[in-house]
């Protein structure tokens, strides 16, 4: 499946983590770290929304013991 494979390098997340921060004002960096707290929650959601998917479907498929 094409969700089993790694992500490429270079992702936005890496471009960001790469860039230089000195030309923002204290204003456009408070309002970027508002950003990426509002992307990491909407992140763990999706995580935690696909480990309760996960962990329903191996209760499901998991063979039972007689």
Known sequence: MED???RPKGDA???LAKELLDAYSQDEL???IA???AEIVRVRAHRDRAAAHRSAA???FKPRSS
């Open 4 to 6: 089993d494979l790694p």
């Open 13 to 15: 997340a890496d471009q």
């Open 30 to 32: 408070d309002e970027r």
């Open 35 to 37: 950003v990426l707290e």
């Open 58 to 60: 191996d209760a499901l």
